[in-house]
């Protein structure tokens, strides 16, 4: 399998192009603010023909290239209901004016083909398995895309913001809830085989188990349950939006 992965924009936001192997077809999970240059870079490198684009939330960091990416490769993008509104309008998405200066121009709106993702539900997108998992507190409509383990390559999970190495996403923008993602993180992430690598939305790659053991929030969920105050505390991470 082949993963490509790089930082965008001015959050550092991590836009992955996944694929059987160089040279097939590609899904492009969060090609975000300034990702679309990068997104042509993979595909030139690795000689890839994208079929769809993923989303694991609505927030502008991690969208803002998708309208350019879906018309650029003519393919439908995929996103939950709940932030699908935050394509069209990303203000309402971080309760706040968007700087234009830090920004730049924005394409902001729909790709001509948008489907909406279920919880549960598996995609099957360029010979690979996608397993949706609804993971709500970082937005309404964030949600955690898995890859089972196959041959010798562990279970994968690109969560977003909801899970980072050593941290969580931020939940004092619209749609965040702490305690929410407390309860997403337990359902979501703990059930997880420890070897499952994460690749989350900003920052280093990580696994289950090494989270397990050394992310607090994490710990705080395992020990002491999702509904064991400490929600005070989920809100302190601001890394991305």
């Known amino acids: 399998m082949l993963v490509a992965g790089f930082p965008a924009g001015a959050w550092g936001t991590n836009c992955y192009l996944v694929a059987p192997a160089a040279g097939e077809e590609c899904v492009i999970i969060d090609p975000g603010h300034q990702a679309a240059q990068g997104v042509e ?3 030139a490198k690795h000689r890839l023909k994208p079929v769809a684009v993923v989303l694991t939330h609505g927030h502008i960091d991690h969208v803002a290239s998708v309208v350019p990416v879906c018309g650029a490769h003519d393919v439908p993008a995929w996103i939950h209901p709940s932030d699908r509104y935050m394509l069209s309008d990303p203000e309402k998405g971080i309760g706040q004016i968007i700087g234009q200066p830090l920004m ?4 902001v709106g729909e790709p001509d083909d948008l489907v909406e993702l279920t919880d549960g539900a598996t995609l099957e997108l ?9 993971a709500p507190g970082h937005t309404k409509g964030s949600v955690t895309f898995r890859m089972p383990e196959q041959a010798d390559i ?7 913001d909801l899970l980072f190495a050593g941290s969580i996403g ?3 923008l619209p749609g965040g809830d702490p305690a929410e993602i407390l309860h997403s993180l337990a359902r979501v992430c703990l059930p997880l085989e420890d070897e499952t690598v994460v690749l989350s939305g900003h920052g ?3 696994t289950i188990g090494r989270e397990r053991a050394t992310n607090p929030f994490l710990r705080q969920v395992a020990e002491h349950g999702p509904g064991d ?4 505390r989920a809100a302190a991470p601001r890394r991305g939006m």
């Open 41 to 43: 870079e993979a595909v």
């Open 104 to 107: 730049g121009e924005l394409t």
């Open 126 to 134: 360029a010979g690979l398995r996608l397993d949706v998992a609804h």
């Open 154 to 160: 562990p279970p994968v999970l690109f969560s977003g």
């Open 170 to 172: 931020r939940t004092d």
């Open 204 to 206: 280093p790659q990580t």
């Open 229 to 232: 105050g400490g929600t005070e």
